[in-house]
């Protein structure tokens, strides 16, 4: 631990990433991880790992052989083919939040995700041009049974967006239906490997369990070429213990047997180390989103993935807070911090994230802003004889008013960072204006983003093979 002072951009030194790097190929070779698949079983035991049942233990120098076999860095290709999107090399693709069973927004309130909200999520999303790839699991569309629902969910991004996108997933079945209907957009099996168009995640039990549905998930990935995200669930003192040294050192043993599984299935499958490791709220039970210990997972997460060599999916924006608040706020403003200082290559909750991952919501539009400002952070600042400005200095001089120059009105809309979210007014000018709060504004913006949605198309004949694979395994799912 070290002292108060300069934040950490790199919390772990040489020798911390090593002696992690130990405890985790350690973990592996005395612990071992259970693996609940015969078929995977048999692979790593052919593979000449030592199966006791179904636990597995690891050799060593086996996983990195493995491991070494997984690309830096990939391309994902959309149905429209300009939609390419290269992750790896601190990319910082941003992608909206998955998973949530509920929907919120300002006039409508919280509800039960349906397939609506799905497609206007999607709309949004696309209509969006900071998210270039999309997720399936925007909302659960729980208006559909659940054992079919996924094929709704896929279809409903192959018809409303043309990009690349992550699969429903939650076992081997439902990806490879998302897989077969990427196939179908992408002109066949053989050209949906040669340029993938989606991705999936997987998530271990942690600490150490690798069940059935995902390692069929993660099979299917790699027999579709199709990259995965390895990503244990961590929570300090829960399914971790509760030191992120010793939290780190399970994810690590977690995602290096994940990549090795999925390269003994297909050589050169592309993965990603993910990072989803926070603290716990000890008086609820609950995860303790955008604090800092998640921020100082995401940094050390990062430090790691560059060490195996990785493309890192991380960060978000991430929060525990319930309503629209200050809470949710700081909360997210933290983890987009964390972010964009550990160099993501790919974030997966990057905005609508709400309620721990609870809540879908559609004022979506404040994370975009934080998104907008990062970004604009990144650009740096540009040091020329134009932006110098000397020559106005020496024109107005001392005490000279900049406001009207004709250097200002030439150059404000492009150095300075004007926001249609967060303004700087009077409180008379806010009260005659309706005295709005930020909610408030960002459900008028989010109505004035899916009102901007342009259909991007779809070839008829496409959507008809579409319509009908999803009609034949609905039949089939809830038979």
Same mark, same amino acid.
């Given at each position: 631990?070290?002292?108060?002072?300069?934040?950490?951009?790199?919390?772990?030194?040489?020798?911390?990433?090593?002696?992690?790097?130990?405890?985790?190929?350690?973990?592996?070779?005395?612990?071992?991880?259970?693996?609940?698949?015969?078929?995977?079983?048999?692979?790593?035991?052919?593979?000449?790992?030592?199966?006791?049942?179904?636990?597995?233990?690891?050799?060593?120098?086996?996983?990195?052989?493995?491991?070494?076999?997984?690309?830096?860095?990939?391309?994902?290709?959309?149905?429209?083919?300009?939609?390419?999107?290269?992750?790896?090399?601190?990319?910082?693709?941003?992608?909206?939040?998955?998973?949530?069973?509920?929907?919120?927004?300002?006039?409508?309130?919280?509800?039960?995700?349906?397939?609506?909200?799905?497609?206007?999520?999607?709309?949004?999303?696309?209509?969006?041009?900071?998210?270039?790839?999309?997720?399936?699991?925007?909302?659960?569309?729980?208006?559909?049974?659940?054992?079919?629902?996924?094929?709704?969910?896929?279809?409903?991004?192959?018809?409303?967006?043309?990009?690349?996108?992550?699969?429903?997933?939650?076992?081997?079945?439902?990806?490879?239906?998302?897989?077969?209907?990427?196939?179908?957009?992408?002109?066949?099996?053989?050209?949906?490997?040669?340029?993938?168009?989606?991705?999936?995640?997987?998530?271990?039990?942690?600490?150490?369990?690798?069940?059935?549905?995902?390692?069929?998930?993660?099979?299917?990935?790699?027999?579709?070429?199709?990259?995965?995200?390895?990503?244990?669930?961590?929570?300090?003192?829960?399914?971790?213990?509760?030191?992120?040294?010793?939290?780190?050192?399970? $994810?690590?043993?977690? &995602? =290096?047997?994940?990549? *090795?599984? @999925? /390269? #003994?299935? +297909?050589?050169?499958?592309?993965? %990603?180390? !993910?990072?989803?490791?926070?603290?716990?709220?000890?008086?609820?039970?609950?995860?303790?989103?955008? $604090?800092?210990?998640? &921020? =100082?997972?995401?940094? *050390?997460? @990062? /430090? #790691?993935? +560059?060490?195996?060599?990785?493309? %890192?999916? !991380?960060?978000?924006?991430?929060?525990?807070?319930?309503?629209?608040?200050?809470?949710?706020?700081?909360?997210?403003?933290?983890? =987009?911090?964390?972010?964009?200082? @550990?160099?993501?290559?790919?974030?997966?909750?990057?905005?609508?994230?709400?309620?721990?991952?609870?809540?879908?919501?559609?004022?979506?539009?404040?994370?975009?802003?934080?998104?907008?400002?990062?970004?604009?952070?990144?650009?740096?600042?540009?040091?020329?004889?134009?932006?110098?400005?000397?020559?106005?200095?020496?024109?107005?001089?001392?005490?000279?008013?900049?406001?009207?120059?004709?250097?200002?009105?030439?150059?404000?809309?492009?150095?300075?960072?004007?926001?249609?979210?967060?303004?700087?007014?009077?409180?008379?000018?806010?009260?005659?204006?309706?005295?709005?709060?930020?909610?408030?504004?960002?459900?008028?913006?989010?109505?004035?983003?899916?009102?901007?949605?342009?259909?991007?198309?779809?070839?008829?004949?496409?959507?008809?093979?579409?319509?009908?694979?999803?009609?034949?395994?609905?039949?089939?799912?809830?038979?």
């Amino acid at each position: 631990m070290r002292p108060g002072g300069a934040l950490p951009l790199e919390p772990l030194g040489p020798d911390d990433l090593d002696r992690i790097h130990a405890q985790a190929l350690r973990l592996l070779a005395e612990v071992g991880t259970e693996v609940h698949d015969d078929e995977m079983l048999e692979r790593l035991a052919g593979a000449g790992q030592r199966v006791d049942g179904t636990r597995v233990r690891w050799d060593a120098d086996w996983v990195l052989a493995q491991l070494a076999l997984a690309p830096a860095s990939f391309t994902l290709t959309g149905r429209n083919p300009e939609r390419r999107v290269t992750i790896g090399d601190g990319s910082l693709v941003m992608m909206p939040v998955g998973g949530p069973p509920f929907a919120h927004d300002e006039e409508r309130g919280r509800r039960d995700g349906s397939l609506a909200d799905h497609v206007e999520l999607v709309k949004l999303a696309h209509a969006s041009d900071l998210l270039p790839v999309l997720q399936s699991g925007t909302v659960e569309a729980q208006d559909r049974e659940a054992s079919s629902r996924h094929l709704a969910m896929d279809h409903s991004i192959l018809r409303w967006s043309d990009r690349p996108f992550m699969v429903y997933g939650t076992s081997g079945e439902k990806a490879r239906d998302g897989f077969e209907l990427a196939a179908l957009a992408a002109g066949g099996r053989d050209a949906l490997l040669e340029r993938p168009m989606t991705l999936a995640v997987v998530n271990p039990n942690s600490p150490l369990v690798w069940d059935g549905l995902m390692v069929t998930q993660l099979a299917a990935c790699a027999e579709y070429g199709q990259p995965v995200a390895v990503t244990p669930f961590l929570l300090a003192g829960a399914s971790a213990p509760v030191t992120l040294a010793a939290g780190l050192s399970v $994810l690590a043993a977690e &995602v =290096l047997s994940g990549v *090795a599984m @999925a /390269q #003994l299935v +297909r050589p050169g499958t592309p993965c %990603l180390m !993910g990072t989803f490791f926070t603290g716990v709220d000890m008086r609820s039970g609950g995860p303790s989103l955008g $604090l800092p210990e998640s &921020v =100082l997972a995401t940094l *050390a997460g @990062a /430090q #790691l993935a +560059r060490r195996y060599g990785l493309p %890192l999916r !991380g960060g978000g924006g991430l929060c525990s807070g319930i309503p629209l608040d200050a809470q949710a706020a700081a909360e997210t403003t933290m983890s =987009l911090w964390a972010t964009h200082l @550990a160099g993501v290559d790919l974030a997966v909750h990057a905005a609508g994230w709400l309620e721990g991952g609870l809540v879908a919501s559609y004022e979506l539009m404040l994370d975009l802003e934080l998104i907008r400002m990062f970004g604009w952070l990144a650009r740096g600042l540009d040091v020329d004889e134009e932006s110098l400005a000397f020559d106005a200095l020496a024109e107005l001089g001392p005490g000279g008013l900049f406001l009207a120059h004709e250097h200002t009105l030439e150059r404000f809309r492009t150095d300075v960072f004007m926001s249609p979210l967060f303004r700087s007014q009077a409180h008379p000018t806010w009260e005659k204006q309706g005295a709005r709060h930020l909610p408030a504004v960002a459900a008028g913006e989010w109505r004035r983003l899916l009102d901007s949605y342009e259909d991007p198309g779809i070839d008829a004949g496409l959507d008809e093979a579409l319509r009908e694979y999803v009609d034949r395994r609905t039949r089939e799912c809830e038979a």
